[in-house]
């Protein structure tokens, strides 16, 4: 497995802690786990500049000897590699499985618009630093690993439609952009983390009203986490704009989904289960 | 000239102010401000339910009386009630001017995108309540009734070629949209407030990665004021990485506009000076 970040750097404690309980999961030692130097690089807020990133994530991903490419962490810089990063991919590329979430639905979006490899919406290493996160880094691992369908999100192993994940803002900041993947007939699962509600409201107004996501089987909504009050008070939480925005474009309403920033956060394969 | 909120509300104090302001440069009272109650409606964070935003935009875009409808205030609500706008402007609202920016942007988007009325991005009544503000206010007034040219952006006098200008975030939210107009040959202004950097340059990758801003003539930054410090500090400013994104996509970078949320904010009509 190997580990670059498109986005904002990790500290080695990190990689030392993710090692560690694989470990700790593994004992024979089966699972290794390669962090690009990379992912230590500090430029400003970036894990390096947008080359030294580009260049890790093109290098593990035509590694064939690498199954598995783990983004390390989110925060943003993604969309600013992406067009860097797709045209290099080689044959390697094509056999892989990518996992990441926020920042890194940019890529993992891409890809699957491309069908380069297999992309998962799930845990990062970063995530090893929440409280109780070593859950969500082994939930991750096995699934990488061991296909461990306990790790998927529960809705996804009862539908037999394709299925997408993302972080809401980055979905809105995908829109009208060549790197947003045809979502016809697919569940389209939304988190978010850190915006106000009118932000939500802004973003499903959105990306509802787009003909790109009208044609989606439906909407589930994720976990909507560390919310700013609103002054004056919104009025409406984030599930009431999402059922609204769902009623108001015709876009199925599904329910929630087990997704977030937070370590419950389950994974959720692109395209069909 | 009617007043309507599309997004948040204002205070009867604000209509007052403004009617001073007219008063004071036109002693004949030839320039009659007509505000719809609406204006001062509070539903939460909006100027009344959608319902009302909706009525009151039509009731003035369809009245023969009313020359131009001014958008009061900003802030959210635009992309709520915009579908329900259009499909009821009837023939007195081809025959108007429209001024706003901010979130009243995406009215603007979809008026000039379905070539309803005259389109300007200009300082609105609320700016009255800014330090200095009677000059903001005052500027929009001149333009709307005698359109003085002094009120205008001043390269927009110096070109020939169509013109658009928004607010950054709410142009990346009309991105994928119905309501984003075609942007052909277009010098593109883009201002934003109150967003980190990160957030600039994210929402600039995204418009300038679309083909529907590639297409643009090229791009003008208006002023990016109260940016949130960045930590950690993100190395570069707005001018950077605009400057950046331009050259990336080929789009021509024009310069600096003379716009932005601020009371030198100048008048840019939509499409040909």
């Not at 996160?133 to 809705?155: C, I, K, T, Y």
């Not at 947003?180 to 499903?204: K, T, W």
């Not at 994720?222 to 474009?249: H, K, L, Q, Y």
Request: charged share 25%; hydrophobic share 40%; proline share 6%.
């Amino acid at each position: 497995m190997g580990v670059a970040a498109s986005g904002r750097p990790v500290t080695p404690d990190v990689a030392e802690r993710v090692q560690a309980l694989a470990r700790s999961i593994w004992p024979d030692g089966r699972v290794r786990i390669s962090y690009h130097p990379q992912c230590f690089q500090e430029q400003g807020h970036f894990a390096g500049s947008d080359e030294a990133r580009a260049d890790a994530l093109v290098e593990l991903a035509n590694d064939p000897a690498v199954d598995a490419l783990w983004i390390a962490r989110g925060g943003w810089g993604a969309a600013r590699i992406v067009d860097m990063v797709l045209p290099r991919l080689k044959r390697a590329a094509h056999g892989k499985s990518y996992m990441g979430y926020s920042d890194a639905g940019t890529l993992l979006a891409a890809l699957y618009a491309r069908g380069i490899g297999r992309q998962f919406h799930g845990p990062m290493p970063v995530d090893i630093v929440r409280e109780g996160g070593e859950a969500a880094v082994a939930r991750a691992l096995r699934w990488l690993v061991d296909q461990d369908e306990e790790s998927l999100e529960a809705s996804v192993r009862a539908t037999d439609k394709p299925v997408a994940a993302f972080n809401l803002t980055i979905l809105s900041h995908l829109m009208g952009t060549p790197w947003l993947p045809d979502l016809s007939g697919h569940v389209l699962m939304l988190e978010e983390v850190g915006e106000y509600v009118y932000r939500i409201d802004r973003a499903l107004a959105q990306v509802t009203s787009s003909p790109a996501v009208r044609v989606a089987a439906g909407i589930r909504l994720g976990r909507c986490s560390d919310i700013p009050p609103n002054d004056p008070d919104f009025g409406r939480d984030e599930e009431t704009v999402a059922r609204e925005w769902c009623m108001r474009s015709g876009i199925q309403w599904l329910g929630r989904a087990d997704i977030g920033h937070d370590v419950a956060n389950k994974v959720v394969p692109f395209g069909r289960p």
